[in-house]
C-alpha cells in the first residue's frame, strides 16, 4: 500500500482551492485509488499521469495528474483543469503531494518549488 504525505505548500494550495472546489478532498482521495496506485501499484496507465522531465532522480519520480475528475466541476469529468503535482518514492512505495493548481489560475506547475523538494530529500 502507498503511503500518502503532503507538503506544507500544497496544505496552503488545497485550502485556497476549497473555497472554490468544496469536493477536492473528496476527489483528492478518489485519484488516489483510481489513479495514483493503479498506474503505480498495478501498473495499468489510463494516460491520466504524466512524469515530469527533469526532476527526477534515481530514489524520487516526479509526476502529474492531468486527468482529474472534480465533482464540483459537474459536467467535466476528467477534463476539469486541476493538476496535481507529486514525488513518487519507489523503494518506499511514497506518494509526496506538491502542488495542485487550476488551469485557469496557472498556466504551469511551479518548477522552482520541485526543485526546492528535490533539493532538500538529497540532504536527507
Do not use: P
Amino acid at each position: 500500500m502507498i503511503k500518502y504525505l503532503t507538503t506544507i505548500e500544497f496544505q496552503k494550495d488545497l485550502k485556497r482551492m476549497l473555497k472554490k472546489f468544496k469536493s477536492l478532498e473528496f476527489d483528492i482521495d478518489n485519484a488516489k485509488e483510481s489513479t495514483i496506485e493503479l498506474f503505480h501499484i498495478r501498473k495499468l496507465d489510463n494516460n491520466s499521469i504524466f512524469q515530469i522531465q527533469g526532476f527526477n532522480t534515481e530514489k524520487i519520480k516526479i509526476y502529474k495528474i492531468k486527468k482529474f475528475a472534480c465533482k464540483a466541476l459537474k459536467g467535466c469529468g476528467i477534463k476539469s483543469g486541476i493538476r496535481v503535482i507529486y514525488a513518487f518514492h519507489w523503494a518506499e512505495l511514497k506518494v509526496i503531494f506538491l502542488q495542485i493548481y487550476y488551469k485557469g489560475d496557472q498556466e504551469k506547475e511551479d518548477y522552482e518549488r520541485i526543485k526546492t523538494y528535490l533539493k532538500n530529500e538529497s540532504r536527507a
